[in-house]
């Protein structure tokens, strides 16, 4: 459940009309909802209550640093991805002994940063990273805290782009071949070894792939202990999915009665970093209409409804195809009419919405994309030199912007014309 309710034709999000909104912060603009995000936060790690766990939320979902304290002050630690969100996590106030570390490419001085700051993990993905750590480790004279990420090859049947867990994608270590990188780590000065960690995929729609690379786990870390390598952590990753159309996820409460079914008699603490499922629901996309036009063809008439968000704003319907149900702000009672929702940018992959049944809308009605809080705003960009857009943070019947909108200015923030500006003739 979410706080985006209509009420006798008008959509609110909490107590605030998002038209209201919309009028003052102007279009387009991310809108969060702070009882979504902590409802959603407290029932998936409530879920795990009665065993030892600690939920680090995928920064890379979305990494506003209001909503990253807003986690951190309900107890969350943070999972992420580059320096950059570990900048962000820090500065939001995250516990550095709440976060941990992931990805296959991490750099010399990412490395060094994280070391600096005290992470409790670096989930390392290959013997070269391995070797790397222990360099920088040394060199600092501390010991980095590592768990492996291990590639189980379990299908999590979801969209080729995010599946992560296939032997034949890039990530972490083949299981069978994560024995013999442990032994080595276990001899290396500056190396604390500490756990196991995997990721097989987002927006998992079935709990079975879970069990399947978390037994797959299981085994592997039994033949850890037999070697005698003690393992404190076993990490799960992120993955459940959510209901954009009329997919049927499994409730946080199902996926983790499972897990803890699973893990009865393992002593390690057990980390798992959600993004989707906190964040996907709680927030929307607000975006005006600027004009409707059709294209007569030979076969059918084609209706489009430009509005004035796009593919940088909003990138998943034109990478992955998804869904995202698109309701008007306002229902006036329109007749349906099949649209292409499309923004400003030119070229034709940028869309919201395909063949879409939409109530008839004119120039200037507001229009609410659904289900943009995860990997909304956080995969935006300026393609077509478009200032990214504003975000704004409901509580109650109260909001605030937790991101301006870019200026003009910010876009061309850090470029240089060699020699200075020469007029043309
Ligand atoms: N942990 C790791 C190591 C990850 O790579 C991811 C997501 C997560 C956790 C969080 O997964 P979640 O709980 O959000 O499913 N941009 C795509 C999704 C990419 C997911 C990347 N990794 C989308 O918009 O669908």
Do not use: W
């Amino acid at each position: 459940m979410n706080h985006f309710v209509s009420t006798n034709g008008e959509l609110f999000c909490e107590q605030v009309s998002v038209a209201e909104i919309a009028r003052d912060v102007e279009t387009p603009f991310y809108l969060y909802s702070k009882a979504t995000l902590t409802r959603h936060f407290q029932a998936f790690d409530s879920a795990f209550a009665g065993i030892d766990h600690l939920t680090c939320f995928a920064v890379k979902a979305c990494s506003n640093i209001a909503i990253l304290n807003l986690f951190s002050g309900l107890g969350s630690g943070a999972d992420i991805v580059s320096g950059g969100e570990l900048y962000r996590a820090l500065t939001a106030g995250v516990d550095p002994q709440r976060i941990i570390y992931s990805g296959v490419g991490k750099t010399e001085q990412e490395l060094h940063y994280a070391l600096e700051a005290g992470i409790l993990l670096f989930n390392v993905e290959s013997s070269q990273e391995l070797e790397r750590l222990q360099q920088v480790a040394a060199a600092k004279g501390v010991k980095a805290p590592v768990s492996f990420r291990v590639n189980p090859d379990v299908d999590p049947q979801t969209h080729a782009y995010i599946s992560t867990g296939l032997a034949k994608n890039k990530f972490g270590i083949p299981i069978d071949e994560a024995l013999e990188l442990y032994e080595r780590a276990m001899g290396m000065e500056n190396i604390e070894v500490k756990g196991v960690s995997c990721h097989i995929g987002s927006q998992l729609t079935l709990i079975s792939p879970f069990i399947e690379s978390l037994r797959k786990v299981k085994i592997f870390v039994e033949r850890l202990t037999a070697k005698g390598i003690t393992i404190d952590f076993i990490d799960l990753g992120g993955g459940v999915g959510i209901t954009y159309d009329t997919e049927q996820p499994p409730h946080p409460r199902d996926y983790a009665e499972a897990i803890k079914q699973e893990l009865q008699g393992f002593k390690a603490t057990l980390i798992l970093e959600p993004g989707r499922v906190i964040v996907g629901n709680a927030a929307i996309l607000v975006t005006e209409v600027q004009y409707t036009k059709s294209n007569r063809g030979t076969e059918q008439v084609k209706k489009f409804v430009v509005v004035d968000a796009a593919m940088n704003d909003l990138t998943r319907p034109s990478l992955y195809g998804a869904y995202h149900a698109i309701v008007p702000v306002l229902e006036k009672g329109a007749e349906c009419e099949v649209v292409d929702i499309v923004g400003p940018i030119c070229e034709t992959g940028d869309f919201l919405a395909k063949d879409r049944e939409l109530p008839r809308v004119e120039q200037g009605d507001l229009l609410a994309v659904m289900s943009a809080g995860a990997y909304g705003f956080s995969m935006s960009s300026n393609y077509n030199s478009r200032p990214r857009v504003a975000e704004v943070l409901v509580d109650g019947s109260h909001y605030e912007i937790i991101r301006r909108r870019e200026t003009f200015e910010s876009l061309v923030q850090g470029e240089t014309i060699p020699g200075g500006v020469r007029h043309g003739h």
